[in-house]
Nanobody, 115 residues
Framework: QARLEEAGGGLVQPGGSLRLSCAAS????????MAWYRQVPGKQRELVAA???????RYADSVKGRFTISRDRTKNMVYLQMNSLMQEDTAVYYC?????????WGQGTQVTVSS
């Protein structure tokens, strides 16, 4: 059974940095798309960044130049380095992959950007 577990969220001041991690366990193909999403109350979950298949990177316009997604296949880990954080980045961040037609989500980690 595939499982994702996020870590690294917290409270940070505007302009600060955080690094989120996502540990994948179970049967997850090595070249599965791995993605980070985020959600704030009352809004739809939105894509933040993704590593597609063999390595194509995709970012939401709002985070381009500030966030970097990376993957360590040897450790089954995915990371999201977040720099120059803004209050608008406050959200619960989720890691996601898929097994065939099934989406696999982590439980989420809260990121709060506030002075």
């Amino acid at each position: 059974q595939a499982r994702l577990e996020e870590a690294g969220g917290g409270l940070v001041q505007p302009g600060g940095s955080l690094r989120l991690s996502c540990a994948a366990s179970g049967v997850i193909p090595r070249f599965s798309t791995m993605a980070w999403y985020r959600q704030v109350p009352g809004k739809q979950r939105e894509l933040v960044a993704a590593i597609i298949g063999g390595g194509t990177l995709r970012y939401a316009d709002s985070v381009k130049g500030r966030f970097t997604i990376s993957r360590d296949r040897t450790k089954n880990m995915v990371y999201l380095q977040m720099n120059s954080l803004m209050q608008e980045d406050t959200a619960v961040y989720y890691c996601k992959t898929n097994l065939g037609p099934n989406d696999i989500w982590g439980q989420g980690t809260q990121v709060t950007v506030s002075s």
